[in-house]
């Protein structure tokens, strides 16, 4: 019976990773796969991630199930974390949360609560999109359409046109939007942008749900929160996809949350039971290391100030590179205008380099990037960020 069964395509992102750990040269660059690295290249383990585990580990009395979905009290600190202590949908009590196993669990989640509870509705997705983005709601049976994103001209948020689909969409329909440094292509709403479209998304009655996975990577821990609590207006709904790989550097620990607000407090009960429904027949329940991290260091002062001055170090180190990058390719003479990607936040960069580039970087200089050009600028150091602009200069003619 499984001797006819082909090999899957590899992922679009983690597929290159495998080639990568399979290259032999010893120069390869990966700048592919959405993980930060330091000055060295490496992926740190959080001061404040290594402090907590060794509190956990001390505490341990148990390794019992957690309820379906997840610790009440991590449920408490995402919520603040994101929507803000203040927020009146905290407050009062309007907001539905399960602890994920990542953001990707949690869109899964809300994959299997759309198609189960609003099996009418289309899912919206921005042009560009994450690849596991439409995997993930084609898996659970959501159409699926798009709407326009990024202005490959000005290299800026395609905001007229894509206020402009939004209005075309039908009412009871679900928008999927990223949150700060989340789109591929490191473009984000401004403040006012994000005014715009919270506006025309509740005007036209649409469900919106917001990708949060990069929170403190913009600006800071509190400002990046703006497109979110924008949309989180007295009385209005949405559906949030957090994750804390980025954030606290607990990628392989997998923990996310999917948080929905109700329209009022008496809603929430029922929200919630359709949420466990749906993890009970998918994952049953959460992990809970992950969990337990996130809340030890979000109540903890001292742990939290300590976080927050980490996720400060990784942000200006992303700036950083983003600087020296752009100079270090005008310093070689590499043809064209690169000085967008200063402007552009968090981790990605769509660089402009076509399809064929991006193979001649791969073949020739062992240098990994996606094909539509989008690059990991955490990836670049200083001790490469001259290989990486030499190479690009070739691949592109200078």
Known sequence: MLEAIQSAPRDAILGLTAAFREDSRSEKINLSVGVYQDETGKTPTLECVRVAEQRLAEAATSKSYLPIPGAPEYAEV?????????NGAVQ???????????GTGALRVASDFIKANLPNATLWLSDPTWPNHPNIFAAAGVPMESYPYFNKESNDLAIGPMLEAIKQMPAGDVILLHGCCHNPTGI???????????????AQGLLPMLDFAYQGFAEGIEKDAVGLRTFAQAGQELLLCSSFSKNFGLYRERVGALSIVCP???????????????????????????????NCVLRDEALRATWANEVTTMRERIN?????FVDTLAAKGVPGDYSFITQQRGMF???????????ALREKHAIYIVGSGRINVAGITPSNVDRVAEAIGEVVGK
């Open 92 to 102: 009062s009590g309007r907001i539905a949360t399960a602890h994920t196993p990542g």
């Open 349 to 359: 960069s769509f660089t402009g380099l076509t399809k064929d580039q991006v193979e």
């Open 264 to 294: 009022s407090a008496d809603a929430v009960s029922a929200v919630q039971s359709q949420m466990n429904r749906v993890i009970r027949c998918n994952y049953s329940n959460p992990p809970a290391h992950g969990g337990a991290i996130i």
């Open 188 to 202: 984000d709403p401004t403040a006012d942008q994000w005014k715009q479209i919270a506006e025309a998304v509740y």
């Open 320 to 324: 950083g590179i983003r600087q020296q």
């Open 78 to 86: 995402v919520q603040k974390l994101a929507f803000g202590a203040d």
